[in-house]
C-alpha cells in the first residue's frame, strides 16, 4: 500500500472538484459522459475512485523491490574473469587514489 496515498488523492479530488463540471465530465475528460447527470457526491467518489487507482497503478510500474537490482557476489564469479584479475588490478580500482594534478 502506498502512504498517504488517501490524502494525496482526497487534495488531487478536491481541486477537481472546484473545477466547472464541463471540464471534468465529457468525452476527453476525466470522467465519460455517463456521468453527466451525476451528482457531486457521486462525482467525488467515481474522482477518488479513478484518482486511487490510476496512482496505485503508475507507481507500481516504477516501484520494484530492492531484490530485483541486488543479487550476491558470489553470482558474479567468473572462473575465466578470476584467472586474469590481479591484485594489482584491485588496488587500482578500489585502492587509494593519488591526488590530481588538476587540484
Known sequence: EIPKIK????????????????EL????RVLGPELSGASDI??????VESF????????ARVV?????????????KCDWADSLVQRCH???????QPPSRDH
Open 7 to 22: 490524502q494525496i488523492v482526497q487534495d488531487i479530488v478536491e481541486k477537481q472538484m472546484q473545477k466547472p463540471r464541463c
Open 25 to 28: 465530465v465529457g468525452l476527453g
Open 42 to 47: 457521486e462525482l467525488r467518489a467515481k474522482l
Open 52 to 59: 486511487e487507482h490510476y496512482i496505485t497503478k503508475m507507481v
Open 64 to 76: 520494484q523491490s530492492l531484490d530485483s537490482f541486488t543479487r550476491p557476489p558470489v553470482d558474479f
Open 90 to 96: 584491485i588496488q587500482e580500482l578500489w585502492g587509494p
